[in-house]
């Protein structure tokens, strides 16, 4: 009785007479103990294929859904009679299913494309496609749809965080150019006025004296400001040369030491991976200046054959690194560069004493 119900444990009991009815029990508890072991691997198959967290899909060569998995109905917001026996095209757009399925039968290789699903709300929904075959005899496909809408949301919030960087730039530079330059400007053209109006030679030697220390300054002003956005000592000299310059040109400016320790190796590497890294130590020691209060910074530069790594830190007042504590720009723009070069990046900081970034980069 209880084979009827599924139940394959019981075991029947053989009596002491061991005769041909024993023996034909014997071979049902044999056969009870196979299907037992049949079941519970049956089980554990549904088991995994339900709590997998994409979307399986088994498919006839028609396209017809034989089988699906819990997380295709959450994708599809469907419940599970509305979807079985349904034609896969009903939900997932395919270029030409009939072409896929005669590939993956001719050939037996799997294949991958991005489409989009539409879900019980009419809602489009992109996402990542893996076909393969199971069966061929059965001529049956499994198609494995992952959810791409972190990722675009991922990619969005990055591109965002670029637009926002690349706007507060500019806001920066404009900020410059007119509080500033702009300043100086208007200061030599007072100064030529009265150099034009003045009559004695003295006064008009100290004013041309001026005048050209501050067309000096504002030559310099803008040699820094093209620095900033564009240092082409990177490309001309090098990563290191480059490096050295951005400190003695903050040393001079500021006063804060710099310990530049550079360990090169032969010195070949991607010039946008020496750009990259040039605009993360520009990131940490502009930050540096803007809200440590530091008087020292070391930057410890290593190149090796297949990784570069950078250490950079500061003697300043830190901040306080905990989950709900405020965050400038500074350190997600160093992030976001270290996630492009696809490395790593470890920071440590605690209240008045100082920070430590450390990255390390495949090469």
């Given at each position: 009785?209880?084979?009827?119900?599924?139940?394959?444990?019981?075991?029947?009991?053989?009596?002491?007479?061991?005769?041909?009815?024993?023996?034909?029990?014997?071979?049902?508890?044999?056969?009870?103990?196979?299907?037992?072991?049949?079941?519970?691997?049956?089980?554990?198959?549904?088991?995994?294929?339900?709590?997998?967290?994409?979307?399986?899909?088994?498919?006839?060569?028609?396209?017809?859904?034989?089988?699906?998995?819990?997380?295709?109905?959450?994708?599809?917001?469907?419940?599970?009679?509305?979807?079985?026996?349904?034609?896969?095209?009903?939900?997932?757009?395919?270029?030409?299913?009939?072409?896929?399925?005669?590939?993956?039968?001719?050939?037996?290789?799997?294949?991958?494309?991005?489409?989009?699903?539409?879900?019980?709300?009419?809602?489009?929904?992109?996402?990542?496609?893996?076909?393969?075959?199971?069966?061929?005899?059965?001529?049956?496909?499994?198609?494995?749809?992952?959810?791409?809408?972190?990722?675009?949301?991922?990619?969005?919030?990055?591109?965002?965080?670029?637009?926002?960087?690349?706007?507060?730039?500019?806001?920066?530079?404009?900020?410059?150019?007119?509080?500033?330059?702009?300043?100086?400007?208007?200061?030599?053209?007072?100064?030529?006025?009265?150099?034009?109006?003045?009559?004695?030679?003295?006064?008009?030697?100290?004013?041309?004296?001026?005048?050209?220390?501050?067309?000096?300054?504002?030559?310099?002003?803008?040699?820094?400001?093209?620095?900033?956005?564009?240092?082409?000592?990177?490309?001309?000299?090098?990563?290191?040369?480059?490096?050295?310059?951005?400190?003695?040109?903050?040393?001079?400016?500021?006063?804060?030491?710099?310990?530049?320790?550079?360990?090169?190796?032969?010195?070949?590497?991607?010039?946008?991976?020496?750009?990259?890294?040039?605009?993360?130590?520009?990131e940490f020691v502009n930050n540096s200046i803007k809200h440590s209060k530091c008087k020292n910074i070391v930057i410890d530069l290593n190149i090796k054959p297949k990784a570069l790594s950078l250490l950079m830190t500061d003697d300043?007042?830190?901040?306080?690194?905990?989950?709900?504590?405020?965050?400038?720009?500074?350190?997600?723009?160093?992030?976001?560069?270290?996630?492009?070069?696809?490395?790593?990046?470890?920071?440590?900081?605690?209240?008045?004493?100082?920070?430590?970034?450390?990255?390390?980069?495949?090469l």
């Amino acid at each position: 009785m209880a084979y009827s119900h599924g139940d394959f444990s019981k075991k029947l009991q053989l009596s002491d007479n061991l005769d041909t009815l024993d023996s034909i029990m014997s071979g049902i508890n044999m056969l009870g103990e196979e299907l037992e072991e049949t079941t519970i691997k049956r089980d554990f198959f549904n088991s995994a294929f339900h709590s997998i967290t994409d979307s399986l899909v088994v498919i006839d060569n028609a396209g017809v859904i034989i089988d699906f998995n819990e997380s295709f109905s959450i994708l599809l917001e469907n419940k599970r009679e509305e979807i079985a026996g349904q034609n896969i095209t009903k939900f997932l757009k395919f270029n030409s299913l009939s072409k896929t399925i005669q590939k993956l039968n001719k050939d037996m290789k799997a294949i991958d494309f991005e489409s989009e699903v539409t879900n019980a709300h009419n809602k489009k929904i992109m996402v990542e496609c893996h076909v393969s075959v199971i069966d061929n005899n059965k001529c049956q496909s499994l198609v494995k749809i992952h959810d791409l809408t972190y990722k675009i949301q991922q990619e969005a919030g990055r591109i965002a965080t670029i637009i926002k960087t690349q706007e507060e730039e500019r806001n920066r530079v404009a900020s410059d150019l007119h509080d500033s330059i702009g300043q100086q400007i208007s200061a030599l053209k007072f100064y030529f006025d009265s150099i034009q109006k003045q009559k004695d030679d003295k006064l008009r030697t100290a004013l041309l004296k001026k005048t050209e220390a501050l067309i000096d300054n504002v030559s310099d002003e803008i040699r820094n400001i093209c620095f900033q956005l564009m240092p082409r000592s990177v490309e001309k000299f090098g990563l290191g040369q480059s490096i050295k310059q951005l400190a003695d040109l903050i040393h001079f400016s500021t006063g804060i030491k710099f310990d530049v320790k550079l360990n090169e190796g032969d010195g070949k590497i991607d010039p946008n991976v020496s750009m990259s890294i040039y605009r993360i130590i520009q990131e940490f020691v502009n930050n540096s200046i803007k809200h440590s209060k530091c008087k020292n910074i070391v930057i410890d530069l290593n190149i090796k054959p297949k990784a570069l790594s950078l250490l950079m830190t500061d003697d300043g007042i830190g901040f306080n690194n905990t989950p709900t504590a405020r965050r400038g720009n500074g350190l997600d723009n160093i992030n976001l560069r270290v996630k492009y070069l696809q490395g790593e990046l470890e920071f440590n900081t605690e209240k008045n004493n100082g920070v430590m970034f450390n990255i390390l980069i495949p090469l």
